[in-house]
Nanobody, 124 residues
Framework: QVQLVESGGGLVQAGDSLRLSCAASGRTFSSLRMGWFRQAPGKEREFVTAIRSGGSTSYADSVKGRFTISRDNAKNTVYLQMTNLKPEDTAVYYC??????????????????WGQGTQVTVSS
C-alpha cells in the first residue's frame, strides 16, 4: 500500500511558476514509477509527466519545455516544477504511483495508487 499526499497548488497568473510536491509513504519509494496527471472540468484525466525508478522521464507534448518532474528518494517525494503557466493548465493535479513500472506510462490504469489531488488555477 502506498499513500500519496499532494501539496503546492494555488491560483497564479499566466506566465507564473508553481511547484507541486507529492509525499509518499508505505512502500520503498525509490522503486516506484511516479506520475502526474491532471483533470480539467468536463475533461478526462490526462497524463502530464512521469519519472521512473532509474530517473528517466516522460512528458506530454503540451508541457514539454515548461514542466519538470524530479524526485528526492531520501525525502520520499516527487516534484512537479511548472513554469510559464497557461490558463489551459488549469486543472486538478494528481500524483500517482506504479509499483511495477511495466504498464504504459501515459495510461492512468497503469498506476495503482493516487493522491487526493491539488487544484491549480491559472488566470489570464
Amino acid at each position: 500500500q502506498v499513500q500519496l499526499v499532494e501539496s503546492g497548488g494555488g491560483l497564479v497568473q499566466a506566465g507564473d511558476s508553481l511547484r507541486l510536491s507529492c509525499a509518499a509513504s508505505g512502500r520503498t519509494f525509490s522503486s516506484l514509477r511516479m506520475g502526474w496527471f491532471r483533470q480539467a472540468p468536463g475533461k478526462e484525466r490526462e497524463f502530464v509527466t512521469a519519472i521512473r525508478s532509474g530517473g528517466s522521464t516522460s512528458y506530454a507534448d503540451s508541457v514539454k519545455g515548461r514542466f519538470t518532474i524530479s524526485r528526492d528518494n531520501a525525502k520520499n517525494t516527487v516534484y512537479l516544477q511548472m513554469t510559464n503557466l497557461k490558463p489551459e493548465d488549469t486543472a486538478v493535479y494528481y500524483c500517482a504511483a506504479d509499483p511495477r513500472g511495466i504498464g504504459v506510462v501515459v495510461r492512468a490504469v497503469s498506476y495503482d495508487y493516487w493522491g487526493q489531488g491539488t487544484q491549480v488555477t491559472v488566470s489570464s
